[in-house]
Structures are given as structure tokens and as C-alpha cells.
């Protein structure tokens, strides 16, 4: 006979697949007397469990919703879908995303380590909020990158054709999620969408990973998607910084911006806007210590940035000659050159 916690974990593992159990059932179910099980349905009734009875000749069990939470049991897919779930929601920013970093860890700390190892493989490029592709799913892509693993699968909607490839990052990219990997039939890079990806197996052999085209992912990302309306790309001055910011902070208000996780509290963020000045003064929106990578024309912007804020806290800017900001020409990396003079940015187109 199990002892009496193990047996209580059973019997509400039982109670929670929301059906009517009868008492002799149960019984049975757990090589327990009817007297037992009655013994510790009052047990868990005492927890918080909402427990009715049902009526009828051989009577039974049922768990209703009760009027406060109590502690639940889940399965393995369940406790992956909800790590998941929990981790897009500290990404995405919303009024619950400390709540929900603070359910993960919980969540995490009381997982097998097999589940665990698989949640902490689950390490994404985030932009935004992102909804998507099946929780096991993304587990295997990340398991499969992690172990420099060959990767079969099917394409959706052509099915029918395979593809293989060896699969370098999974990223976030407005809203989807995606697989960058080198495709080895067509000996290129291609981007899939990892909600149309359906793994084959066995994996195929280990490989010694390429590297990307730009350096990284975000570079990569932002060449795929260039000229796509609507992404950083199309934006004519083009900035790379890193934010020392959890990119889990970053990245609900990067809008079309890349970010790329770094480490605790750092993070690389490739923004883009209208104007250098314009783009220095959206960085400064995340509240934190920032290094300038690039290009020098957003090194400038800051420096022009900040004399114009200077001047504006004092108490009679007239009465003071403003600092002339020298004429700076600027080349976007995305589109032509731009003008700081007078301490006005034009647009770089």
C-alpha cells in the first residue's frame, strides 16, 4: 500500500482528469479500501480541494473549482506547455510578466531535471510579444541546435518534400518564430518558420557548426528580412548598441527591433529610425547604461543629444549662447546619407 502522501497525490492526479469517479473505482484504482479513499477525500478537502459528492446507487467523487487555488498536479507535457507559456509572458512585457517570472521559477525549481534541462535549452532571440508553434516543437529545435544535430523534416504546405539542414539559431522576429539553419541540399542559408517545420526521425549526424553571414543573428535576421515594409531594415539610419537591461525588458518595446540576449542584465538591441538624434533619443526610452557599437554617426547623435538636453534645463536658454553642434556628415547603413548640423538632424534619406 503506498503511503499516505503518495496515495493523496494519486487520488488527486485521478480527480483531475475531470470525469465522476465512484468510490469502489477509486478503490481500485489505488488498492485501497472504500473507507480509505473516503478518508482522504475529507484529507484534501481540508487542503482546499473543492470535492463533491454525486449522487446515484453506487455514488462518487467529483473536483469542482473552489474559491481558492490550491496546489496542482501536472504531466510532463503540461509542465512544459506551461513553462513555455510563462516565458512568453515575461517576454512579452504585459502588466503580469513579473508574476509570471516569479511562476516560472517556481514552476522550474519543482521539475524533474529531465524537464528542466529542457526548459533551460529553450533560449530565444525575443521581439515582442510572440504567440506560436507547439511548446515540444520549439523544445526539439532547441535541443537539436544545442546538440549540433542534423535536422530532417517536412515543409509545410509541401509535405511531401524533405529537407535537411543543420540548424543554427532559433529567433523571434515580429510575432513568429523562426529557424535559421544551412540548408545542406541546396548549400545556402534559409530562414523556416518553426510553426510549418515538422521534424523527422532520427536526427542526423553531428556537425561542426558554420558561421552566420554578418556575425550574428540579428545581422543575418536583418539582411533576410530587408526591404520587408515594416522591419528594421527599411528604416534609413540603422543602430547597434548594447543595453545593460535583461532582454526580456528590452524587448516588449523594441517594436521592429532585433534583440539579442548577451547575458544577465545585458543585452544587443539593432534599432532603427527616421534620424540619428531620433534613434539616440529612442534608446534612451529603456532606461539604461548603453555602449555604442555602431555606426559613428550614432556615437555623434548622442553627443549632440545631450548638449540639447544641457541647454534645456537651463532656467533662460537665451541667456546663454547655445553650443553650435559642427556639421557632421553621416552614412546610415541602410540608406544614404544623413546631416547633423546646427544641432537639427535631418532625416538620413
Same mark, same amino acid.
Given at each position: 500500500?503506498?503511503?499516505?502522501?503518495?496515495?493523496? +497525490?494519486?487520488? =488527486?492526479? %485521478?480527480?483531475?482528469t475531470h470525469r465522476d469517479w465512484s468510490g469502489?473505482?477509486?478503490?481500485?484504482?489505488?488498492?485501497? $479500501?472504500? #473507507?480509505?479513499? #473516503?478518508?482522504?477525500?475529507?484529507?484534501?478537502?481540508? +487542503?482546499?480541494?473543492?470535492?463533491?459528492? @454525486?449522487?446515484?446507487?453506487?455514488?462518487?467523487?467529483? =473536483?469542482?473549482?473552489?474559491?481558492?487555488?490550491?496546489?496542482?498536479?501536472?504531466?510532463?507535457?503540461?509542465?512544459?506547455? +506551461? &513553462?513555455?507559456?510563462?516565458?512568453?509572458?515575461?517576454?512579452?512585457?504585459?502588466?503580469?510578466?513579473?508574476?509570471?517570472?516569479? *511562476?516560472?521559477? $517556481?514552476?522550474?525549481?519543482?521539475?524533474?531535471?529531465?524537464?528542466?534541462?529542457?526548459?533551460? +535549452?529553450?533560449? @530565444?532571440? *525575443?521581439?515582442?510579444?510572440?504567440?506560436?508553434?507547439? /511548446?515540444?516543437?520549439?523544445?526539439?529545435?532547441?535541443?537539436?541546435?544545442? &546538440?549540433?544535430?542534423?535536422?530532417?523534416?517536412?515543409?509545410?504546405?509541401? %509535405?511531401?518534400?524533405?529537407?535537411?539542414?543543420?540548424?543554427?539559431?532559433? &529567433?523571434?522576429?515580429?510575432?513568429?518564430?523562426?529557424?535559421?539553419?544551412?540548408?545542406?541540399?541546396?548549400?545556402?542559408?534559409?530562414?523556416?518558420?518553426?510553426?510549418?517545420?515538422?521534424?523527422?526521425? /532520427?536526427?542526423?549526424?553531428?556537425?561542426?557548426?558554420?558561421?552566420? !553571414?554578418?556575425?550574428?543573428?540579428?545581422?543575418?535576421?536583418?539582411g533576410r528580412f530587408r526591404g520587408t515594409d515594416?522591419?528594421? &531594415?527599411?528604416? /534609413?539610419? =540603422?543602430?547597434?548598441?548594447?543595453?545593460?537591461? !535583461?532582454?526580456?525588458?528590452?524587448?516588449?518595446?523594441?517594436?521592429?527591433?532585433?534583440?539579442?540576449?548577451?547575458?544577465?542584465?545585458?543585452? #544587443?538591441?539593432? =534599432?532603427?529610425?527616421?534620424?540619428? $538624434?531620433?534613434?539616440?533619443?529612442?534608446?534612451?526610452?529603456?532606461?539604461?547604461?548603453?555602449?555604442?557599437?555602431?555606426?559613428?554617426?550614432?556615437?555623434?547623435?548622442? $553627443?549632440?543629444?545631450?548638449?540639447?538636453?544641457?541647454?534645456?534645463?537651463? !532656467?533662460?536658454?537665451?541667456?546663454?549662447?547655445?553650443?553650435?553642434?559642427?556639421?557632421?556628415?553621416?552614412?546610415?547603413?541602410?540608406? !544614404? /546619407?544623413?546631416?547633423?548640423?546646427?544641432?537639427?538632424?535631418?532625416?538620413?534619406?
Amino acid at each position: 500500500m503506498q503511503k499516505t502522501s503518495a496515495r493523496l +497525490l494519486a487520488l =488527486l492526479s %485521478l480527480l483531475q482528469t475531470h470525469r465522476d469517479w465512484s468510490g469502489e473505482d477509486l478503490a481500485g484504482r489505488l488498492d485501497v $479500501t472504500a #473507507r480509505t479513499v #473516503r478518508r482522504d477525500i475529507d484529507r484534501l478537502r481540508e +487542503l482546499g480541494y473543492l470535492i463533491t459528492t @454525486v449522487k446515484g446507487p453506487a455514488g462518487g467523487y467529483r =473536483l469542482d473549482a473552489g474559491n481558492r487555488l490550491p496546489p496542482m498536479l501536472f504531466d510532463d507535457r503540461q509542465a512544459v506547455a +506551461l &513553462a513555455v507559456a510563462l516565458q512568453s509572458a515575461v517576454g512579452a512585457g504585459t502588466a503580469v510578466a513579473e508574476d509570471a517570472a516569479r *511562476a516560472l521559477a $517556481t514552476v522550474r525549481q519543482v521539475m524533474p531535471p529531465r524537464l528542466r534541462h529542457r526548459i533551460d +535549452l529553450l533560449q @530565444v532571440t *525575443a521581439v515582442g510579444a510572440v504567440g506560436g508553434p507547439d /511548446p515540444e516543437l520549439l523544445l526539439e529545435l532547441s535541443r537539436v541546435i544545442h &546538440a549540433r544535430e542534423e535536422l530532417r523534416f517536412a515543409y509545410a504546405p509541401e %509535405l511531401d518534400v524533405g529537407r535537411r539542414v543543420q540548424p543554427h539559431h532559433l &529567433a523571434t522576429w515580429r510575432g513568429r518564430w523562426y529557424l535559421a539553419a544551412w540548408d545542406l541540399d541546396r548549400e545556402d542559408w534559409r530562414v523556416f518558420r518553426a510553426d510549418r517545420v515538422r521534424p523527422r526521425v /532520427p536526427t542526423g549526424p553531428r556537425f561542426e557548426p558554420r558561421e552566420l !553571414p554578418g556575425g550574428d543573428v540579428a545581422a543575418f535576421l536583418r539582411g533576410r528580412f530587408r526591404g520587408t515594409d515594416g522591419t528594421t &531594415a527599411a528604416w /534609413p539610419c =540603422l543602430g547597434e548598441v548594447v543595453l545593460h537591461r !535583461p532582454a526580456a525588458e528590452v524587448a516588449p518595446f523594441a517594436g521592429d527591433g532585433i534583440v539579442e540576449e548577451l547575458g544577465p542584465g545585458r543585452c #544587443r538591441l539593432v =534599432l532603427g529610425s527616421w534620424s540619428w $538624434t531620433g534613434l539616440a533619443a529612442a534608446l534612451g526610452r529603456f532606461d539604461a547604461e548603453i555602449e555604442v557599437i555602431g555606426p559613428p554617426a550614432l556615437a555623434a547623435a548622442f $553627443t549632440t543629444l545631450a548638449a540639447r538636453y544641457t541647454r534645456a534645463t537651463r !532656467p533662460d536658454p537665451s541667456a546663454a549662447s547655445p553650443t553650435p553642434a559642427a556639421q557632421v556628415d553621416v552614412e546610415g547603413e541602410g540608406g !544614404p /546619407p544623413g546631416r547633423v548640423s546646427g544641432g537639427v538632424t535631418r532625416p538620413c534619406g
